[in-house]
Nanobody, 122 residues
């Protein structure tokens, strides 16, 4: 059974940092594409960052240079290091996994975590 469990969300002030974690189980996550997505209130879910099976990363323009996605294959954990947080980053953040080796959007995601809330105040 595939499970994705996120943690690390919280409330910070503008300019602060948070690190999100997603522990994966039930599949060999090193061979598939995984990513972080977010959904702000009243908006559609959007891609934040993706890492494919070969380790290649893709970021949305709004977070490029501020967020870093990484994974630890020893612990089956996906991370999202978020620096210089802004109020516009406030959203529910979801970890997603695809059965594909490369993925590009939420349409490619087969499994989702329950989400972790990130709130950035000005």
């Amino acid at each position: 059974q595939v499970q994705l469990v996120e943690s690390g969300g919280g409330s910070v002030q503008t300019g602060g940092s948070l690190r999100l974690s997603c522990v994966a189980s039930g599949f060999d996550y090193s061979t598939v594409c995984m990513g972080w997505f977010r959904e702000a209130q009243g908006k559609e879910r959007e891609r934040v960052a993706i890492v494919d099976s070969s380790g290649g990363t893709t970021y949305s323009e709004s977070v490029k240079g501020r967020f870093t996605i990484s994974r630890d294959e020893a612990t089956n954990t996906l991370y999202l290091e978020m620096d210089s947080l802004q109020p516009g980053d406030t959203a529910m953040y979801y970890c997603g996994a695809s059965r594909l080796k490369r993925c590009y959007s939420d349409l490619d995601i087969d499994y989702w975590g329950q989400g972790t809330q990130v709130t950035v105040s000005s």
